[in-house]
């Protein structure tokens, strides 16, 4: 199944890429858009998340959609146990799944100690956990990852490809950004290279 249908997409027009952009994400799969800051990487993905406007073509979203936003997006005065809880309500998740999905997720992504510490007090790469598992909790069908790597250790990374890597073989559909060839290594089947205003889709990746 298309997980993602993207048809002579143009991206806003300050975005470094303006040639129309044409791919599908089927589920299960992995395509990773590798470039330079200012390539126009994240532009992709708020186009794709419905945060930024485009220009023209057509974009198809089948089923429920994560996004870990490098931007963040909690109430920072809350405590990581209540934003997971607002996150699970706002997606309208069972009451009785609630409780059971953030233990499994909070222990997966590492942040099960901090669970009753307020956002604001908070590493970045912890951060960065609760975002993964806050995107998690409510097993979305697409996961769309904005240089989420970045502030984690080598540790942390392994431990959330190995999860990422078990949500695939449910059919969790990955579109990860990063400047760093080595965010997507194992999670990704397919690249795309933005660089100099040009897009260079590398089939059946290998690193």
């Known amino acids: ?19 129309p952009l044409s791919f599908s994400l089927e589920a299960g799969k992995g395509l990773a858009i590798y470039g330079s800051n200012g390539s126009g990487k994240s532009t992709l993905l708020d186009t794709i998340a419905g945060v930024l406007p485009y220009k023209g073509g057509k974009i198809e979203i089948n089923g429920v959609l ?15 146990l209540d934003n997971l809880y607002l ?14 999905r953030i233990i ?3 222990d997966r992504c590492g942040i099960t100690p901090f669970l009753n510490t307020k956002i604001r007090k908070l590493s970045t790469g912890m951060r960065v956990r609760v975002m993964i598992a806050a995107s ?3 097993r979305p069908d697409i996961l769309l990852m904005d ?3 970045n502030a984690l250790d080598e540790r942390s990374v392994y431990q959330i490809k190995q999860l990422l890597l078990e949500e695939k073989k ?5 579109l990860v950004v990063s400047h760093r060839l080595s965010d997507f290594q194992d999670i990704c089947e397919r690249i795309f290279l933005f660089e100099n205003n040009e897009v260079i889709d590398f089939e059946d990746f290998k690193l």
């Open 1 to 19: 199944m298309k997980r993602i249908v993207i048809d002579n997409l143009l991206l806003k027009r300050k975005s470094a890429i303006q040639k």
């Open 66 to 80: 994560g996004y870990v936003i490098h931007y963040g997006g909690f109430e920072e005065h809350l405590t990581c």
């Open 87 to 100: 996150e699970a309500r706002y997606a309208k998740m069972p009451k009785e799944k609630i409780d059971e």
């Open 104 to 106: 499994f997720c909070s």
């Open 136 to 138: 998690l909790l409510v």
């Open 147 to 149: 240089e989420s790597f």
């Open 170 to 174: 449910n059919g969790l559909s990955l």
